[in-house]
């Protein structure tokens, strides 16, 4: 695998955690959410990406703003 690659597979690996937000994944890759679901649609079998995006499409987990204050912080060792 070449370096993109890597990049590529870590990004949807996060984009499919229901612990890692939109926001954290900027943070990490500089990708915006947009981007985010570009790169899925891209990367991704039709169906698989469906089914990913009405998974996280209302879900509050995925933006920070919608979280609760006392849930447990994101740990990037254990996606990488």
Known sequence: FN???VDID?????????KVSFEEIN???GLTESEVIKLMRRNLKSRSFKLWRKRV???????????????KTFKLENYV
Do not use: P
């Open 57 to 71: 499409s209302g879900r509050t987990r995925k933006h920070e703003k919608k979280r609760k204050l006392s849930e």
């Open 3 to 5: 370096k993109m690659q």
């Open 27 to 29: 943070r990490i890759h």
């Open 10 to 18: 870590n990004i949807i690996k996060l984009a499919w955690s229901d």
